[in-house]
């Protein structure tokens, strides 16, 4: 099942809801809808909920994509929220730290009120 992504905008975020497969390609083009909606909608707040998405994604494949997102221009994102089951997010938080150590504000969350609260937050 290949990845699909649907995109709301809310009062002050996006809300970007995956679904399908995820793989390395399919990352790379979700950081490139994520980035264009936020251009589009003038939010630099965005909420990616990959909760119902499976992934397909090495540790290599994780690095990756991290630096593959820290290099998008122009840098839109103020934050960005990532919510994933629990068994989706590796011990060390790996992905997480990939993107913040290449100045990146992203947090990783299981649960949505969290994500929002920390995504309105100064």
């Keep these: 099942m290949p990845c699909e992504t649907s995109i709301a905008k809310e009062d002050d975020c996006l809300r970007v809801l995956v679904t399908g497969m995820i793989d390395l ?63 989706q997010i590796l011990p060390d938080r790996f992905f997480e730290k990939v993107v913040q150590n290449r100045g990146v504000n992203l947090q990783v969350f299981t649960d949505t009120g969290e994500a929002l609260t920390w995504l309105r937050s100064v």
């Design 25 to 87: 390609e399919a990352g790379k083009q979700l950081a490139r809808t994520a980035h264009a909606a936020c251009i589009q909608h003038q939010c630099p707040r965005v909420l990616i909920d990959a909760r119902g998405a499976a992934q397909k994604l090495s540790i290599v494949d994780l690095a990756s994509l991290g630096e593959f997102c820290s290099l998008l221009e122009p840098r839109v994102f103020m934050k960005t929220a990532l919510v994933l089951l629990e068994s």
